[in-house]
């Protein structure tokens, strides 16, 4: 795990709670991320309410870094159940950077104020979890990476069917997937795409370190 940045106290330097003057550029920060990354059409207004139900203080929680007056970064949570389970926890609904300022230490700095935000909750008595994933076709080995660094691995989050967008990208990837079956077959191994194997190291990995306490 990675050197936390946070206080114990105010979290981390230059991350603030959302406000509502804030949601205009939080909107245009996730419009360039469903450009990037999302799989299924937006609806706005959707959107806009998720925003809403954290600045408004509903149960969700939104943190922001601004570059001089200018918002760059952002992360939002929500506070949410299992559908098995009354017990509650952080989920998180987004976590990105401007890709003018990927250069940065911002994304490193969400991702500690999320552990913060867990002890803030843990410190007056609520054990509220944070939890998080990599849903991403671009940069997926690096984007595990990097959470590993932070976050223990909960397993994997995998997907079959074309979606609404995105569709030639997860096709490419269904084709790979069944060459890769194929050859693998063929030469009786069991090797996998590259992001899927940074998982089962990073999950070795981490057997392997629990096995030393």
Known sequence: MSKALYDAETGVPGVRLATKRDEGEIFGLLLLMHAEIGFFTMDRDKVIGAIQWATERKGGIIYVIEEGSRVVATLGMVIAREWYSEDEFLNER???????????????????????????????????????GVTSLQRTEAKIRLFARHFVLLGGYFGYGMAARQQEAVAEEV?????QTRKSNAAHTRTVRPAVETVIRVGKRQEQEESYV
């Not at 230490?105 to 803030?120: F, S």
């Not at 084709?175 to 060459?179: C, D, K, N, S, W």
Request: charged share 35%; net charge positive.
């Open 175 to 179: 084709r790979a997937i069944e060459e």
């Open 94 to 132: 987004w976590c990105f950077v401007h890709p003018d300022f990927r250069k940065s230490d911002y994304l490193r700095k969400l991702l500690e104020q999320a552990k913060w935000t867990h002890h803030w909750f843990k410190e007056r008595g609520k054990l509220m979890p944070f939890c998080s």
